[in-house]
């Protein structure tokens, strides 16, 4: 294959695992995200530093503060060590939206976030063919900014198909 061609189908290849790991998040669909990631890569996601295999629990037991998330993917750059090589470096931008649920004493909340995935991917077995094998080595989690905002507004009406975590939802199913 052409190395113009190749190196198009790995960026699309590694876009891909970004928007994998978004639905993975937001679906909590831990199996998803688990799959973008190499065996003992790293993650630096804030309060949690340490190996994937720790970092899933560590998400499940966080999502349970939010009654849902929504992850934006902007600008992605993805750049490669050199013409041959199995590693390459991507910086995503990303809003996220996370619900917190109201009680008695206060309206439901959204926690909105600016942030980049700043990650080291790496294609471990340099015989797979393009755009196969990548996936994430090591995460950066980069904060510019956030905010905290109260929801005064009613909820959607029954007639609409609501999105659920798990495998409840309608991605999932593909009706």
């Not at 970092?55 to 934006?72: D, G, N």
């Not at 956030?146 to 007639?159: H, K, M, Q, T």
């Amino acid at each position: 294959m052409d190395h113009s061609l190749r190196r198009l189908v790995d960026r699309q290849a590694i876009h891909d695992v970004l928007l994998r790991y978004c639905r993975g998040i937001d679906r909590l669909d831990l199996d998803l995200v688990r799959q973008c990631y190499h065996p003992g890569a790293r993650d630096h996601h804030g309060a949690f530093v340490g190996p994937v295999e720790d970092f899933l629990p560590w998400v499940a037991e966080q999502v349970t503060r939010f009654e849902s998330t929504t992850h934006f993917l902007g600008n992605v750059l993805v750049e490669f060590d050199d013409d041959n090589s199995t590693v390459a470096w991507s910086e995503a931008y990303c809003v996220a939206f996370h619900r917190l649920a109201g009680d008695d004493q206060r309206l439901p909340r959204d926690s909105i976030a600016g942030f980049r995935y700043v990650d080291r991917f790496e294609r471990r077995d340099p015989a797979a063919p393009p755009g196969e094998g990548w996936r994430i080595a090591d995460r950066r989690v980069v904060v510019d900014w956030n905010r905290l905002d109260e929801i005064d507004a009613p909820g959607f009406s029954p007639s609409y198909l609501l999105g659920r975590r798990g495998g409840d939802d309608p991605v999932v199913d593909r009706w």
